[in-house]
Structures are given as structure tokens and as C-alpha cells.
């Protein structure tokens, strides 16, 4: 597929993930020189940031719109028009009411990583406890794992 990602920002302290630096995304095409900046729909923190973007296969990435999600899968052969804003996502991912019914205050997504080419699991955090999903591109489907409630190690 050819198609590069570029993170940019600058170096964190040597005791923080890379990642922590990088405040811009942008992608790169064969054959073409411009660059085509990736703009979120809302805010990323510096803990939001993952180099993991492109499934195993190459055939999608996953793109962080909040910190409070979505995740937006994109094909990678849509990728370009996807960021100039003439091609959607394939699909939209967010654990914010999953499971059914839920009325939690809006959870912050993160520790994504693919499991296979065509899915991946996430972490949805909120209000003491943290839940793990997973999402398979194919069927369309989030699955809610587990939960584990968060311990404060500092008290």
C-alpha cells in the first residue's frame, strides 16, 4: 500500500512512552507530495496517542477522534479521501452506551491494539472502573469483555 504515517511533536522526558510527545499525525501517498494532516473531531491528550495504527494486514487504520472515542476505521485504500473529507469511515467504534442502557459519564478510550487483521480491543474508562471491549471490522460487532475495578496504588 505504500501509505506513511508521521508522528510529530516533540521528544517526552526518557522515563515516558514516545507516544506522550506526539501532538500531530499526518499520512503520506506514493506518487504524490502533498501530505494530508490528520485533524480529530474533538481533543487527544498525550496519553491518547498510539504508533499501532494500521491493522496487522495493512488493509485499515484506526483513527482516535476524542479521548472520549470514537475510534473511526478507514480503509486504507479510502484513507486519502477520508482525509480530505470525501469518504467515511468504514465503521465508527465507541464504548460510550455498551453495554445497552448504559448511563455512565462519557468513557475515555484507550490501550487499543490489534488482535488480528480485521479486529481489535480497547480499554473504555470511567468512574472507577475500567472495561475491555473488542471489535471485529467483519461482523460490525463490539463486544464488552470484562471490567475490573481501577486501584489507587497512591493512598
Known amino acids: 500500500r505504500g501509505i506513511t504515517a508521521h508522528f510529530g511533536g516533540e521528544k517526552p522526558p526518557s522515563d515516558s512512552p514516545l507516544e506522550f510527545g506526539v501532538s500531530a499525525l499526518w499520512f503520506t501517498f506514493p506518487g504524490d507530495k502533498a501530505v494530508y494532516v490528520f485533524k480529530p473531531a474533538g481533543e487527544l491528550f498525550f496519553s491518547d496517542r498510539t504508533f499501532d495504527i494500521f491493522s496487522p494486514n495493512g488493509a485499515y487504520v484506526l483513527l482516535l477522534q476524542d479521548h472520549y472515542g470514537p475510534y473511526h476505521v478507514v480503509a486504507t485504500d479510502q484513507l486519502k479521501d477520508y482525509l480530505l473529507g470525501r469518504a467515511k469511515s468504514a465503521r465508527v467504534v465507541s464504548a460510550q452506551y455498551y453495554p445497552p442502557h448504559a448511563m455512565d459519564p462519557p468513557k475515555v478510550h484507550k490501550f487499543v491494539r490489534w488482535t488480528s487483521d480485521r479486529a481489535f ?4 474508562s470511567c468512574c472507577g472502573w475500567e472495561r475491555l471491549y473488542f471489535y471485529d471490522i467483519t ?3 463490539l463486544q464488552f469483555l470484562h471490567e475490573k475495578k481501577i486501584v489507587d496504588r497512591q493512598g
Open 121 to 124: 480491543e480497547f480499554s473504555g
Open 139 to 141: 461482523a460490525g460487532k
